[in-house]
């Protein structure tokens, strides 16, 4: 098993402190996390916010996504100079630009396909988007979903934009660490565990691996749920104008 983190495509492995690695991978938020510390001696590598940062743990990767965050201790001489390094999955990749168009009512997967490919077309160059759009896979990673009614989006986060169709649906979507779109239903999503070998493993010194259930959800139950309509919900509102019936008054 060789552990492997890369900033920007250059291994900084050898730079690490492995027991300052703390990952947060969950379902409920959106936006996973990745900490580490780098300590660079004579100025080895100075990263950069905005590299993409790939942790790899042989041929499985643990997290993807990007440099948002860093905090600079220097030691001394100025020599050695400590980087905490705070990371955030590629959910930041996919909210760099605003949705501004309205969404004629269809299958939530094909929604969703049609906003990645707007994405793509009105962000010519960037490549994180061209990657999102050539990642999906309607048959193992986007799921046929039901209909959703028109949605229209006026300056808002795609991430934002994906959470409000799909809560609509009874489905759920995040971006995995290799850049791919996912859209599958409530029930069908459950908490994975793949920790790291470590209980079996020699490699490690003062390593902590912990692990806790809170705020998992592993199988939803919904009662009575309806999802598929695409009908208009119409309210009937009762106006007073402020004239009564003489039958209101009161009798003198």
């Not at 999906?136 to 959470?163: K, M």
């Not at 470590?198 to 919904?222: A, H, L, M, N, Q």
Request: proline share 3%.
């Amino acid at each position: 098993m060789a552990l492997q983190i890369t900033i920007g495509g250059v291994d900084v492995t050898n730079l690490v402190d492995f027991t300052s690695i703390r990952v947060e991978d969950s379902r409920e938020v959106k936006g996973d996390t990745f900490e580490f510390t780098l300590k660079s001696y004579d100025n080895a590598h100075d990263p950069s916010l905005g590299k993409e940062v790939i942790f790899t743990d042989g041929s499985t990767r643990e997290f993807g996504g990007v440099l948002i965050e860093l905090d600079l201790t220097p030691g001394e001489g100025q020599r050695l100079l400590t980087y905490r390094c705070i990371c955030m999955d590629y959910t930041y990749y996919l909210d760099r630009r605003y949705l501004n168009k309205l969404y004629q009512s269809k299958a939530v997967d094909a929604m969703l396909v049609e906003i990645i490919t707007d994405l793509k077309n009105a962000a010519t160059g960037d490549d994180h988007y061209l990657d999102f759009f050539t990642n999906i896979n309607r048959t193992t990673e986007i799921l046929a979903g039901p209909v959703v009614r028109e949605q229209t989006f006026q300056r808002i986060l795609p991430s934002q934009a994906l959470d409000q169709i799909a809560e609509s649906s009874g489905m759920t979507w995040w971006v995995d660490f290799n850049k791919h779109l996912r859209l599958v239903s409530i029930d069908f999503d459950v908490a994975p565990i793949d920790p790291l070998d470590v209980e079996t493993s020699t490699e490690y010194y003062d390593f902590v691996y912990s692990r806790d259930i809170k705020g998992v959800g592993t199988k939803p139950i919904i009662r009575d749920a309806i999802v598929k309509s695409t009908d208009t919900v119409t309210e009937a509102i009762t106006w007073n104008t402020g004239v009564f019936e003489a039958s209101q008054l009161w009798a003198e």
